[in-house]
């Protein structure tokens, strides 16, 4: 150790001299380690940290499969094939069930919207959380009578003033009363997804409906988490839950057509999703700008000790050993990337900061993205095997210098010889290739998110608002509910700057979605095997408030009501689908409610309007149908308004023309529908953002190595380069010499990094959109885009190499 202190010691002495070179590499190192570090922090926190309950590894997310499209994707589940499940597994200790939902809590005369998740009891024993006050739900919680909630820890903060007296009593939600359980720990949350639960409510709010659907059996809207017996195998787990789903296919046919196999997934596997390729791909790309950092640093080295040759062979001869000349350069090199390594920690911490408006929601666990302790010891051992990386070839090449040669010949003889050019060679061409991979990578980004941003989502969202109100279940009836939303669109409509207000759901990249199955004229299979399409519910205006085009018949009006005859408007997509070929209006569709309930079973087609992007931007526009609110009353619509100006800037007056009908009914979720269509392409920018950034850090880095192993070979040519201009040639045969060394390495490493590019852009495939993982554009244009910087950078040394005066170099050698 005492050794270790006395190579450091020696190491900062050098670098004092030297402090252009320090200042340099120091620099270059902390763009790397930081960046490293910043994408690190996030893969860490969404995808290595583990999951904070007891035994992750045995946690289980479970799904049907759903077979309907041909490709089997997972599925939620019914109640009360959940209820099945859960007590004829034998290989699960638990199985727990939970629900998004929303409540609205009235206390002290306040409304508040809350985001809550209907769960089973026995959720928390799955998870393996118990409440830090209170107690636990128990079975009979999930039966008609017994509303109990479990707060979180927020909530009983923010709310409740942390009063340990909250539990046994009772709160308001959504007009009905619930007695609080327990409250649950600071640090919990699930799901482990934005924005976070504030509270856990028991099913019994759910079998008290007067169609409830812990009894419907094909009213899919869970999702399940299981914890595995000990000793229990996945596999094992599969084919257990596999013959009981078949049994129940077997049992309940109309119910469960495609609930024939199930997926098993690990839970931690799970909650990453489909965010796994992108953030692999963000790494790997920041790995890459980290190396082109060592190959720079490492030239730089090979050129410093070049012009330490001398130094070198003098300690040689004076008896220190070639294992000693390395152990003091590799010191230099740790120390070099220890002191990159700490700025560097510096940088992530800025740049996280900068990037949190810039992550995609969707990606989980955001709030846990931090340099915490895990993040730091990485950065640390990044910079110690980043110091190795670029140190070993540097030390081994000086180190192995002649001592004898060098000091009888000097340091420009044997320092520049064809070893020495040669390895800088091989440097320059790897990052440079490794540039172009970077650079292929970032332009197939920006081409996929600029056609991202030019898809047509089939409606103008520009000056649209939106909000959600939430009547209580309690407080209204269904006629109540309708007379609300009657009185309220006119007074909306009202507003200054409005054009016109009215209202639907799900709306359009909003996160909604609904399906059922229906039936319709010319469809004779059984009724087990109807099709599943989507479903929202729209008041009258809707589709000319979005500006959706009608193609034909009529849309919504105010004649559409619960006693008039029903009606229905279908998209483009299922009008193609189904009545291809022939005029959809005046057929019929019998859509399914429920569990075998059939509201309105002949629904009139009076309309088809144009296709939508439902899901996201990348998404397909898929067949649809459209219900009058009044003829389906599921769920209270979503406010939607157009303006002429600024939709942000209506917000408060249409939070007052609620609050002026009912003070108790909270308004949430206000976002313009730009909002949702900027989050629909979140997770494109923020891969083409960072991508890019790493392009463009790559591509200074390629010119500045270019630039330093052209002006290193010029230093040591010098002689050559005056001779020649001696005996006649001209500044001009000079300039295109060393130009055309420079531009030789940079074609040399395009080539190459073509070659790689061509493989590796297969991996991102399915994050392009509009444009294939080989665009022969893209390729082409980051190839002449390097090769114009790689002309830049030779330029500088090339032209100072032409202005060498020969007659002052051949006198000062």
């Known amino acids: 150790m005492t050794q270790l202190f006395s190579y450091l010691r020696f190491a900062l002495r050098q670098l004092r001299k030297s402090p252009v070179f320090a ?39 479970l799904a049907r499969e759903d077979h309907a499209s041909g490709t089997p994707i997972p599925g939620p589940l019914s109640y009360p094939n959940f209820f099945d499940w859960r007590s004829q597994n034998h290989t699960f200790s638990g199985i727990a069930c939970y629900r998004n939902g929303t409540a609205t809590l009235t206390h ?16 928390f024993q799955v998870l393996g959380v118990a409440p ?28 409740f003033g942390g009063d340990p007296a909250i539990v046994g009593q009772t709160i308001t939600l959504d007009g009905q009363t619930f007695n609080v359980a327990g409250v649950m720990p600071k640090s919990f949350n699930f799901p482990l997804v934005a924005p976070a639960v504030d509270l856990w409510s028991s099913l019994a709010v759910v079998a008290e409906d007067p169609e409830p659907l812990t009894n419907q059996r094909s009213a899919e809207m869970i999702d399940l988490v299981g914890r595995l017996k000990p000793g229990v195998t996945l596999d094992q787990a599969h084919a257990d839950l596999n013959l009981v789903a078949r049994n129940l296919a077997t049992q309940y046919p109309e119910a469960n057509k495609w609930e024939t196999s199930v997926q098993v997934v690990p839970e931690a596997e799970h909650l990453v999703g489909s965010s796994r390729t992108g953030l692999r791909v963000l790494f790997g790309a920041v790995a890459m700008v980290l ?37 003091q350069m590799l010191a230099e090199s740790l120390l070099l990337s220890l002191l990159g390594g700490l700025t560097g920690i510096l940088l992530a911490e800025a740049l996280l900061h900068g990037a949190v408006r810039f992550l995609p929601a969707s ?35 000086v180190s192995g210098l002649d001592p004898s040669l060098a000091l009888r010949e000097g340091t420009r003889s044997v320092a520049g010889g064809r070893g020495q050019h040669r390895l800088q060679t091989v440097l320059v061409i790897g990052e440079t290739a490794l540039g172009l991979v970077l650079l292929v990578g970032a332009g197939l980004f920006i081409r996929s998110f600029i056609s991202v941003l030019h898809v047509d989502p089939g409606f103008n969202p520009h000056g649209v608002f939106t909000a959600r109100i939430n009547l209580p279940e309690n407080g209204y009836t269904h006629d109540q509910k309708i007379q609300f939303v009657d009185q309220l669109m006119p007074r909306l ?39 599943d399409e989507a479903l929202a519910i729209a008041l009258p205006g809707f589709f000319e408030t979005m500006r959706i085009p009608l193609v034909a018949g009529r849309t919504f009006t105010a004649q559409d009501k619960s006693a008039s005859p029903p009606v229905i408007v279908i998209n483009q997509a299922l009008a193609r689908k189904y009545f291809a070929g022939t005029n959809p209006i005046g057929r019929h569709i019998e859509v399914d409610l429920g569990d075998g309930v059939v509201v309105h079973p002949n629904r009139e087609i009076v309309g088809v309007v144009g296709d939508v992007k ?31 100006g600024n939709p942000d800037d209506i917000a408060n007056a249409v939070h007052g023309a609620v609050s002026q009908m009912d003070p108790t009914v909270p308004m949430y979720q206000s976002h313009s529908l730009d909002f949702y269509l900027a989050q629909s392409a979140a997770q494109p920018r923020f891969q083409t953002l960072l991508v890019s950034s790493f392009a463009a850090m790559a591509l200074l880095l390629t010119a500045i190595g270019l630039y330093g192993v052209l002006s290193y070979i010029v230093q040591q040519r010098a002689l050559e380069l005056a001779l020649r201009l001696a005996m006649g040639a001209q500044r001009g045969d000079v300039l295109q010499l060393v130009l055309k060394r420079g531009m030789g390495l940079a074609a040399i490493g395009i080539a190459a990094g073509l070659a790689i590019s061509f493989f590796l852009t297969r991996f991102i495939s399915t994050l392009l959109y509009g444009i294939r993982p080989t665009d022969a554009l893209t390729f082409a244009g980051v190839s002449f885009l390097l090769l114009f910087v790689a002309l830049a950078a030779s330029f500088a040394p090339a032209y100072r190499a032409s202005q060498t005066d020969p007659m002052h170099t051949l006198r000062n050698p």
């Open 23 to 61: 200042f340099t590499t120091v620099l270059t190192l902390a763009l790397g380690i930081g960046a490293t570090t910043a994408i690190f922090s996030l893969v860490y926190a969404v995808m290595l940290k583990p999951l904070p309950f007891p035994d992750q590894d045995r946690l289980a997310w």
């Open 108 to 123: 002290n005369g306040d409304a508040l919207h809350l985001n809550s998740e209907f769960i089973s009891s026995n959720l």
């Open 132 to 159: 830090i006050l209170g107690h636990d739900l128990r079975p009979e919680d999930e039966t008609p009578g017994h509303r109990t909630v479990i707060l979180s820890y927020s909530l009983w903060q923010s709310r």
């Open 291 to 327: 190396l082109i950092a060592c190959v720079n640093v490492a030239g730089l080295l090979l050129a410093r000790g070049a012009r330490r040759t001398a130094e070198i062979a003098l300690r040689a001869a004076l008896g220190a050993s070639r294992l000693e000349i390395i152990r």
């Open 363 to 397: 990606l989980p666990r955001l709030s846990e993205i931090s340099l915490n302790p895990e993040v730091l010891a990485f950065a640390v051992g990044l910079s110690v095997l980043t110091g190795l990386l670029f140190g070993i070839l540097p030390a081994l090449r």
């Open 493 to 531: 409509a009202a507003l200054p700057g409005v054009q016109s207000a009215t209202g639907a759901w799900p709306l359009p990249m909003s996160g909604g979605n609904i399906s059922t199955t229906f039936g319709y004229d010319g469809y004779h299979g059984l009724k087990a095997d109807r099709p």
């Open 614 to 644: 439902r899901l996201g931007l990348t998404t397909e526009s898929d067949p649809q149908f459209y219900l009058p609110w009044t003829q389906a009353v599921i769920t209270i619509p979503v406010l939607t308004i157009r303006t002429a």
